[in-house]
Nanobody, 126 residues
């Protein structure tokens, strides 16, 4: 499975961006997909995830109500719509695939994810 993230950029506080992650391979439709981020000098952290069965989602408290994760299995793509962006959202955003756990509940732990994209930089100016 190869993952290609895109859509990052520079945006002012309060603005919006939509990230996309295109996946190769036939197992995308049976993988939980997640978004993580890593700010300079900080550890990578969970942002959002969506399972492959019924689209159940999970969000970090810091982004609830502002970010929305979705997926299009026909296009092998997962999205992260980010609204009301804040300077503290500045980070490199990574998409990841949990291929093997088969868990119904979208995983929030990094160790549950088997494949990672290269990251896309989001910069939010104040």
């Amino acid at each position: 499975v190869q993952l290609q993230a895109s859509g990052g950029g520079l945006v002012q506080a309060g603005g919006s961006l939509r990230l996309s992650c295109a996946a190769s391979g036939r197992i995308f439709s049976r993988s939980t997909m997640g978004w993580f981020r890593q700010a300079p000098g900080k550890e990578r952290e969970f942002v959002a995830a969506i399972n492959w069965t019924d689209g159940s989602t999970s969000y970090a408290d810091s982004v609830k109500g502002r970010f929305t994760i979705s997926r299009d299995n026909a296009k092998n793509t997962v999205y992260l719509q980010m609204n009301s962006l804040k300077p503290e959202d500045t980070a490199v955003y990574y998409c990841a695939a949990d291929v093997y756990s088969g868990s119904y509940y979208p995983a929030t732990a990094l160790r549950m994810y088997d494949y990672w994209g290269q990251g896309t930089l989001v910069t939010v100016s104040s």
